[in-house]
């Protein structure tokens, strides 16, 4: 059958995957790579499925395929619909595609790549950049990213679709020591789509003419929507997927990770910390001065995951981090590996896969790792340790990984990893007051306390209360939120003992948020409100520490039935900022229903002290408490001034009176 989208050409097949092209030059260029297709894991799954949209369009000017993106919705046994976004896109080489602007996250900077002007925007320092050379995309990369680094892009490229000129994406690029093209890593969908969900016709419903010609309209025909499913599928679960690389072997990635980290491996003297090297001189014995080595770096460098931020696939060098005091899982596992070198112990790196539990050999060599641990070999034992002690490991008991896939770097023998028992969570607990105002004047509170373990699963146990029974803390904010004339539909404190969590989250409708707010953005108020916390409540000595604010990212989805466009536009913002160890994530997504608020705050109890973050958090309360009192009405710039600012600005009007009054006296 021919693909009407692709101008009639014929299919082509590989690895069991139908391909629509021309001249295949990108894939025979990767002769010699690892390619795979997996089928569907449960395709009893498929019918769960509700695609509600899809588009399929190809590249104009590449020898690459369909283009396949489609969402769906599930609903749960509560009867609350689910919905998740799963796109398919697969791209050849950089060079044989039409792009028009290339935005690239990196070191909490963003960098815009326009093809028209080949001008490099820098928007942190508003520098501007030209770009000579023809391969403009991945030059202009290459002048602000360092070799090796993993940078998140967003990219815009020039489709024939039957809804627009340009979608936007997003996607990882990797930029390795021999580039001379860039890759997208994704995925393709292509007949199986077709074949199962039956959503678009197999001949194109009508044409469109545009500013840049003819598009083709496919008939959307949506699907009943299933009865219920209580977890979202993911893409593995539905279609079968294309997975390739570009390194031929495992051990191709390790030796490119291990050759870099040989050439950071040192510690300069003046950055020594004296408490660190009074426990590398002790006369303890060698397994005693391990153990005190890794409680060190646990507890004296700080653990901030800088997933947004992020500085690059490698680890930061060792005096960066001992200088900073700050990292994530493979900074402070880089750290750790360089002093027990010392020590004249053994280990190596060990790369996980969280999200997918680690028990699942990925089908090809590539970077699906998300956390770092360090396998530590002694002349009488051999064990994993995490420094950031998410997992909780015991550093004496290597069976805590068993069914693991871990990529060891440089190791001499395997590179990945079988032994042990599955890494498990520790106990512990966590409790949940949902606040619900039904009237003015009139609330209810309920108090959700769940118990997490291995062994006894989950144990739910909830009860309401008018708020008499609750903290002295909770009770506070209770009575602060009566006071005020606020009619919220919903307000929720969450906390976990290892990782105090506090979420605001509220539901308004849609079409009188925006007559409120008008053009402004919320997030920018909610950046206001924070921005004015820090500078009144953190002291001199805090101030100083590290913060770090990630851009704000915006995503704009839209929603077509029939052909037609929806008239509502989905838009999710995120901000994220550190400020004194504490990652705070604000969020907002456009709902069907309303647009739904999410402010988070996270810390760890070993970061500050309790009485701090009892001030952090009532702090936090407040803020969201003006947030709210923000959507209700418009804010008075006098409400937008702090009570220290509003204290200040009445103190200097006083005393520009009573200097009147000396000026009005002399003058007599």
């Excluded at 292509?190 to 083709?216: A, C, L, N, R, W």
Aim: charged letters at 25%.
């Amino acid at each position: 059958m021919k693909n009407p989208a692709i101008g009639g050409a014929e299919p082509f097949v590989r690895h069991g995957v139908k391909f629509y092209s021309d001249k295949p030059s990108w894939l025979q260029d990767m002769e010699g790579y690892p390619i795979t297709v997996r089928e569907p894991s449960s395709k009893k799954n498929l019918d769960l499925a509700y695609p509600y949209l899809l588009r399929v369009a190809h590249l104009k000017k590449s020898s690459a395929t369909l283009y396949v993106e489609y969402c769906y919705k599930v609903m749960n046994k509560g009867g609350m619909e689910r919905s998740a976004d799963l796109r398919f896109h697969f791209f050849p080489p950089l060079e044989s595609v039409e792009i028009h602007e290339i935005k690239v996250c990196v070191k909490g900077r963003e960098y815009r790549v326009l093809a028209e002007d080949v001008l490099v925007h820098q928007v942190g320092d508003n520098e501007y950049k030209k770009i000579l050379s023809n391969e403009w995309a991945v030059q202009a990369i290459l002048n602000h990213v360092e070799i090796g680094a993993m940078v998140h892009v967003a990219y815009s490229i020039n489709m024939d679709l039957s809804i627009t000129d340009n979608i936007f994406s997003t996607g990882y690029a990797l930029v390795t020591q021999d580039v001379d093209r860039l890759y997208f890593f994704a995925i393709l969908a292509d007949e199986y789509v077709k074949e199962h969900f039956k959503s678009f016709s197999d001949t194109p419903g009508s044409e469109k003419e545009t500013s840049s010609g003819k598009q083709i309209l496919w008939d959307i025909k949506p699907q009943p929507v299933p009865k219920f499913e209580a977890n979202t599928l993911s893409y593995a679960e539905l279609v079968p997927c294309l997975y390739m690389s570009t390194a031929r072997d495992w051990a191709q990635i390790s030796d490119w990770v291990k050759d870099y980290l040989a050439t950071e491996d040192t510690i300069s003297d003046d950055l020594m910390p004296q408490s660190l090297q009074k426990i590398l001189d002790s006369k303890a014995s060698s397994e005693d001065k391990l153990f005190e080595v890794i409680d060190w770096v646990k507890e004296k460098i700080n653990y901030f995951s800088v997933a947004i931020t992020q500085s690059g696939y490698f680890p930061r060098s060792p005096d960066t981090l001992l200088y900073k005091r700050w990292g994530d899982c493979k900074d402070k596992s880089f750290l750790l590996l360089v002093l027990l070198k010392r020590l004249g112990f053994t280990s190596w790196l060990a790369l996980m896969d969280t999200k997918k539990l680690g028990d699942t050999i990925p089908p090809v060599p590539g970077l699906y790792f998300d956390h770092c641990l360090l396998y530590i070999k002694t002349d009488s034992d051999q064990f994993f340790v995490d420094p950031t002690d998410i997992y909780q490991l015991d550093p004496k008991c290597i069976a805590d990984m068993a069914n693991r896939q871990l990529l060891l770097i440089g190791h001499p023998d395997v590179l990945w990893v079988h032994s042990g028992n599955r890494i498990e969570f520790e106990y512990h607990l966590d409790s949940r007051i949902e606040l619900y105002f039904r009237a003015k004047g009139e609330h209810r509170v309920k108090v959700k306390t769940e118990y997490r373990g291995t062994a006894c699963g989950k144990v739910h146990q909830e009860t309401q209360t008018n708020g008499s029974e609750l903290p002295e803390n909770y009770r506070r904010f209770l009575e602060k939120i009566l006071e005020c004339e606020l009619e919220p539909k919903g307000f929720e404190i969450y906390e976990d003992p290892r990782r105090p969590v506090l979420i605001c989250r509220e539901t308004y409708n849609t079409e009188t948020l925006w007559t409120q707010l008008g053009n402004q953005h919320f997030l920018e108020i909610i950046a206001y409100e924070i921005q004015s916390w820090i500078q009144e409540n953190f002291s001199e000595k805090s101030r100083k520490l590290p913060m770090l604010v990630a851009p704000i990212h915006i995503r704009q989805k839209f929603v077509f039935l029939n052909g037609k466009q929806n008239p509502f536009r989905v838009v999710e913002e995120q901000l994220s900022m550190s400020v004194h160890g504490i990652d705070l994530n604000i969020s907002q997504k456009n709902r069907y229903r309303g647009i739904e608020y999410l402010v988070e705050l996270r810390t760890k109890p070993q970061i500050i002290s309790p009485q701090q973050w009892t001030e952090v958090r009532t702090a936090l309360e407040e803020i969201g408490h003006r947030l709210i009192f923000r959507l209700d009405r418009p804010m008075h710039w006098l409400e937008r001034l702090s009570p220290r600012r509003l204290e200040i600005m009445v103190m200097t009007l006083f005393l520009i009176l009573i200097l009147l009054r000396l000026i009005q006296i002399i003058w007599k």
